[in-house]
């Protein structure tokens, strides 16, 4: 295509030409464009203009090598007939800067100036036509909450430039022999890290689908490229490993389904994946009606007194009761009141989060857990929830000795059809540490991710109601006044929209960790044995390239008959659960348990925002949470249905 402003190109002895384009408010952008040979030719008949290069270096908020190193002078030459003037000005990050004749130097780099749109294709570039609206609307979003984060500022103190962490890297014997070009590279600190994904989307629309994140002495690839992330996932999946989420999440999750790697997890999969069997997913749908009518009779007080309420925790309090009964048949019950196990599993799940975002691992010294009254309160929380587990797993194990069902494929106890029951009956050992890491992988990864979605889903309800009062109508139509059935779930079709619409726009988790376990390459870039990878979920599920108006809530761009939307048929564009192998097992069971919780409280209630709450900030740790809470105005709706409570 053509574009009438200017354009400059870094090309680099490597092969690399790096784009650089004078945007209409007169700031340079810039992105990574496809390799391309050095052709001398097209050099000898233009004038040779100089642009220094730390202009260059200076292009984004966090500074950028490109995949040469700018060292020296950098020279500029114009490929049209009309070479610019010597007095022609630009703005690099509001700074003047000439392009003046320049002679040429042994190690220069050339800057070409041309009008053309430099890829060939038709019609313009989505990714530019995004980076520009990204820049000019980002201030607002953030400022109206839907992409504010809070700073962490002292963290830049401790972050050294980017090429002493590519050496340390380098002692550590992280890194592969050069195949291939060199990832672009970001390095610096991130002022948003409580919410890292944010800065790393719009790193995206600047560098493309792969770039390197130098933070500290720590180094990132970061993938937002459909088809690098198959090629991790799925592919070659085998040739990576969970990484620092299995250190991460160590202390809690021990070896359990979603950090363990290689014949454990293999293992582990074979045992739980049967237990989430339909029979057992349809019984399910009881419980989570059963638990929401629990959520609609807190909500009618709360509705009566017409006070905030803030919905955040109390959709957190509805899967942890969901979940309890659901994994090892232990009713919670923290919708009613707290006690000693609840408290336990948030000061869990609180060290949990932290611990994925310090950049420091405090709790690694050997002599902190002593001396932190923080982490003296985690251990002790572990040591009620483990003895607990203990109990549950005795008690089981006695019931299942004693009952006469016998095992199968399906088999569930209609009393008893938790996981753990299941499990036990399969002839799993009961003094394995293995079925305990299990059961509290499934009780933290299960709790916190649903409650993730109900909170994003209905705040996102709270900004368009048109979709609120389309999802009403028909959750009016299908539910009757009973709780609902796996019937009336099918039926719910726009409802499902709702969520899977919601985890587009706010995917749980933003994003996915991997490390490689051997060297490989991603699309056209070599990577070593031991390198870091986040595959970012949020770029993924916002690419403009790949979504109409990706920032749009809008469950319509899936038909209502058409299939659940998912890795194959998006082609890797949609990841919510994840994809290939390590693909999460209880997909079906979350999306079930948030569709009935969505059309039972829209059935009975109204949600607004409340007048004069903060706005709503983003934090992350292993999912997406607000700063200061979901407070909302919930109101009863004029003849709302009775639903039935049985507990």
Not at 121 to 136: H, T
Not at 435 to 443: I, P, V
Not at 522 to 545: A, M, Q, T, V
Request: net charge neutral; hydrophobic share 40%.
């Amino acid at each position: 295509p053509v574009h009438h402003e200017p354009r400059l190109a870094v090309l680099c002895a490597s092969g690399h030409e790096r784009c650089v384009r004078q945007d209409g408010d007169s700031s340079w952008s810039s992105r990574l464009v496809s390799p391309r040979p050095l052709i001398l030719s097209s050099l000898l008949f233009s004038p040779v203009y100089s642009l220094h290069a730390r202009h260059l270096a200076s292009l984004h908020p966090l500074s950028y090598s490109p995949p040469c190193q700018l060292r020296g002078t950098v020279r500029a030459m114009a490929t049209t007939a009309a070479a610019p003037p010597s007095g022609y000005f630009g703005s690099v990050q509001g700074r003047p800067t000439r392009l003046a004749p320049a002679a040429s130097g042994r190690n220069s780099l050339l800057l070409r100036c041309s009008a053309s749109g430099g890829d060939g294709a038709g019609g313009p570039d989505p990714i530019l036509e995004e980076q520009k609206r990204r820049r000019a609307e980002l201030s607002a979003r953030s400022s109206s909450g839907e992409f504010t984060a809070p700073g962490t500022r002292w963290l830049a103190k401790l972050v050294p430039p980017g090429a002493l962490a590519a050496g340390l890297l380098k002692a550590a014997g992280v890194g592969a022999a050069r195949r291939g070009p060199e990832l672009p590279q970001v390095a610096g600190s991130l002022a948003a890290v409580d919410a890292i994904f944010l800065p790393l989307y719009d790193h995206f629309l600047t560098h493309g689908g792969v770039f390197r994140l130098n933070l500290g002495p720590k180094s990132f690839v970061i993938v937002s490229d459909p088809d690098i992330a198959k090629h991790i996932l799925r592919d070659n999946s085998k040739a990576y490993s969970k990484g620092i989420l299995a250190e991460i999440l160590e202390f809690v999750m021990g070896t359990g389904l979603i950090p363990a790697d290689g014949e454990v997890w293999r293992v582990r999969r074979r045992a739980i994946v049967p237990s989430l069997h339909q029979k057992f997913v349809t019984e399910m749908i009881g419980l989570f009606g059963k638990a929401s009518g629990r959520l609609c009779e807190k909500l009618d007080k709360a509705a009566a007194e017409g006070e905030a309420v803030e919905m955040e925790s109390l959709f957190s309090r509805l899967t942890l009761d969901v979940i309890g009964k659901a994994v090892f048949n232990y009713d919670f019950d923290s919708l009613s009141y707290d006690n000693g196990m609840v408290e336990a599993v948030y000061v869990t799940l609180r060290e949990a989060e932290m611990r994925s975002t310090a950049p420091i691992p405090t709790w690694k010294i050997p002599i902190w857990k002593d001396v932190s009254p923080r982490q003296r309160k985690v251990n002790e929380a572990l040591v009620l929830i483990n003895n607990i587990l203990d109990e549950l797993i005795s008690t089981c194990k006695r019931m299942v000795d004693e009952e006469d069902l016998q095992f199968h494929e399906e088999y569930m106890n209609e009393e008893d059809p938790s996981i753990l029951r299941f499990l036990l009956a399969s002839g799993e050992d009961v003094s394995s540490k293995q079925l305990r890491d299990d059961l509290m992988t499934m009780l933290i990864a299960g709790h916190e991710t649903s409650a993730a979605v109900l909170t994003w889903t209905f705040y996102l309800l709270s900004k368009y109601p048109r979709v609120m009062s389309k999802l009403q109508a028909e959750v009016d139509d299908v539910l009757g006044d009973g709780l609902p059935t796996i019937e009336d779930v099918k039926k719910l079709k726009y409802t499902t929209r709702v969520i899977n619409e919601s985890l587009r726009l706010y995917p749980q988790p933003p994003v996915l960790i991997r490390r490689s376990l051997e060297d490989d390459m991603l699309g056209e870039y070599p990577i070593g044995r031991g390198e870091d990878i986040f595959i970012s979920i949020w770029n993924l599920h916002r690419c403009p390239k790949h979504w109409d108006n990706a920032d749009v809530f809008n469950p319509e761009r899936w038909t209502l008959d058409g299939p659940n939307p998912n890795e194959t048929n998006q082609k890797f564009s949609y990841l919510p659960f994840g994809g290939g192998p390590r693909k999460c097992v209880g997909d079906m069971f979350a999306t079930f348990e948030n569709v009935v919780a969505t059309a039972m409280l829209v059935k009975r209630f109204d949600f607004q925002m409340a007048p004069g709450a903060p706005p709503v900030e983003m934090t992350t740790g292993a999912t997406i949470h607000t700063t200061k809470g979901l407070n909302m105005i919930v109101s009863r709706r004029t003849n709302p249905p009775v639903i039935p409570i049985s507990r």
